[in-house]
């Protein structure tokens, strides 16, 4: 299995511009989720996802969208990137079946200017 | 609300053992864990604990829980360089079980 992987690894856009952060997961795992790592900080819940079709804000969804149409892939949406959007960006996957731990991806290092 | 906090930063030596602190406000809070990040990569899943247990033991780690006083640590004995890393609390209140509320993160710098 290759568990949780994401693409790109490294980003740099210019304010206005749009991206979307690939997140796929091979666990076949219900549970999907999107955080923001900022230099000093934990981790903030941007969204998730119980299962395909479904998604939920997480504490900061400003700014971001997300749409999980099959089970593997939960893909994250920048429309307007903003200096405020720097940031790592980190998926996770979790089983909805009796397993409670997230398994997280590598990262996506995202710099706007 | 929901809140994790840590200390920033901690300095040991190789060898001795390293303590990591985190207090958390969730009194219903259903599990707690720690996670390391080691530079550049995700976060990896260390240990647990279920709320209604006081310690847990994993080869050199020992979680300790006081739930009264809402206070988690983790021991890492004979803590290696390869231990450093910055680790993160974190706790899954049990009205949103599927989530997680994660501190800020303890840098832990070993020393050789």
């Known amino acids: 299995n290759a568990g949780v992987t994401q693409t790109p690894k490294f980003r740099i856009l210019k304010i206005g511009q749009s991206m979307t952060l690939q997140c796929a997961q091979d666990?076949?795992?219900?549970?999907m989720y999107w955080y923001r790592q900022d230099p000093g900080m934990g981790l903030k819940l941007i969204y998730y996802?119980?299962?395909?079709?479904?998604?939920d804000k997480g504490e900061v969804p400003n700014g971001y969208n997300v749409s999980r149409s099959t089970t593997e892939d939960f893909p994250l949406r920048l429309e307007l990137a903003a200096p405020s959007q720097t940031s790592v960006y980190f998926c996770?996957?979790?089983?909805?079946?009796?397993?409670?731990?997230?398994?997280f991806g590598p990262g996506t290092r995202l710099t706007v200017l | 609300g929901e809140d994790v906090e840590q200390s920033l930063f901690l300095s040991v030596r190789e060898g001795d053992s390293s303590v990591i602190n985190c207090t958390y406000t969730?009194?219903?809070?259903?599990?707690l864990y720690w996670y390391k990040q080691e530079p550049g990569a995700g976060l990896q899943l260390l240990t647990y604990?279920?709320?209604?247990?006081d310690m847990k033991q994993d080869q050199r780690l020992t979680v300790l829980l006081n739930k009264k006083d809402k206070h988690l640590s983790l021991r890492i004995a004979d803590t290696q360089t390869g231990d450093s890393a910055i680790y993160f609390c974190?706790?899954?209140?049990?009205?949103?079980?599927?989530?997680?509320?994660f501190g800020s993160g303890t840098r832990l710098l070993v020393r050789p």
């Open positions: 996770a996957s979790r089983s909805g079946t009796g397993g409670h731990e997230q398994f």
């Open positions: 666990m076949n795992h219900n549970y």
């Open positions: 996802s119980v299962g395909a079709g479904i998604t």
């Open positions: 969730d009194s219903s809070s259903t599990y």
């Open positions: 604990i279920f709320s209604n247990m």
């Open positions: 974190a706790e899954s209140p049990m009205d949103s079980s599927y989530k997680l509320i």
